[in-house]
């Protein structure tokens, strides 16, 4: 069907047919996921539709390219249909890449993902073991002091800043139908530069938190948290802040970078059950109380 339509379609003939293959595979994957989804979670009289796209405009550009649409030459990415792009790396590939994939991000700049074999880098044993819980006063409380992460707030820090983006914004956002001015754009495009700049430092204070943890003990005990339910309570945007489910996701490809044991523990009844004999306690433990006596 695609060699058809670029045969009869000269818009579509002047790009080249890997990506445009590729991104047909990757709906067809992502169509099939979405409708197990929907038929594994909606009752049975809701079981129709499809899912939902972004529309042309709304959505930033993505290109896939395989191995033979692409290669590298003099530093330099060779994209199939004559394109030829100078990277500015930020690390050497440890492997010859297998795919890559070149977007553009809310901000407006391009990017360059590639796809390589992983590689085990292991580190020396300790012997040592560690526990680690997911909060939100404390990003993780582990049984090692020196290893807790405090919650560093980067998003509080930068409310003033996106406070006076979204009044920008306000004050110039076009009516409908008409084209926005060039002080929305500016406007929108400085707020996405402050998010990004948040999502970066938290996701840098994640990966600095994990290698030290992945560093200094060999077997680590995660609790699998899920922190979406702390979306409908008060805490959500402290929590959202927080940042957890990014920070159990760092300490769990650190670990797997560096050969290390990390095992996820379901977090029911972990508060209740004695770590000596196993028994449950009987009574309701309110929040504030997190050391008890067991009667067993």
């Known amino acids: 069907m695609l060699t058809e339509a670029r045969a009869i379609t000269p818009w579509l003939a002047e790009g080249a047919s890997v990506p445009q293959q590729q991104l047909i ?63 500015v790396w930020s690390r050497e590939l440890p492997a010859d890449p297998t795919s890559v994939r070149v977007f553009r991000d809310g901000v407006g700049d391009w990017y360059a993902s590639f796809v390589v074999p992983s590689r085990v880098e292991p580190l020396p ?72 700049k948040i999502a970066r430092q938290r996701q840098d204070s994640a990966r600095k938190w994990a290698k030290k943890v992945v560093r200094d003990y060999d077997a680590i005990a995660v609790e699998d948290f899920k922190p979406k339910f702390l979306a409908r309570t008060s805490l959500a945007r402290k929590a959202a802040d927080a940042a957890i489910g990014a920070t159990k996701k760092a300490l769990i490809e650190m670990g797997r970078k560096h050969g290390r044991d990390v095992h996820l523990v379901h977090p029911a009844h972990t508060t209740m059950d004695c770590a000596s004999c196993g028994a449950r306690t009987k009574h309701a433990l309110p929040l504030s109380e997190r050391t008890y006596t067991c009667t067993a």
């Open 25 to 87: 595979r990757d709906f067809g994957k992502s169509r099939t996921k979405a409708l197990k989804d929907i038929r594994d979670r909606l009752p049975l009289r809701q079981r129709a539709g499809m899912p939902g796209y972004k529309k042309k405009h709304e959505a930033d550009p993505s290109l896939n390219y395989t191995r033979r649409g692409f290669r590298l030459k003099d530093g330099r990415l060779n994209l199939a249909g004559g394109i030829v792009l100078r990277v």
């Open 125 to 196: 044993e300790t012997g040592r073991v560690l526990g680690v819980d997911w909060g939100v006063k404390e990003i993780a409380t582990t049984t090692s002091d020196i290893h807790d992460l405090p919650h560093p707030e980067h998003g509080k820090k930068a409310k003033v800043k996106l406070s006076r983006y979204d009044r920008m914004m306000a004050r110039r956002k076009p009516k409908k139908g008409q084209a926005s001015s060039k002080g929305y754009r500016e406007a929108k495009r400085w707020r996405a530069k402050t998010y990004q």
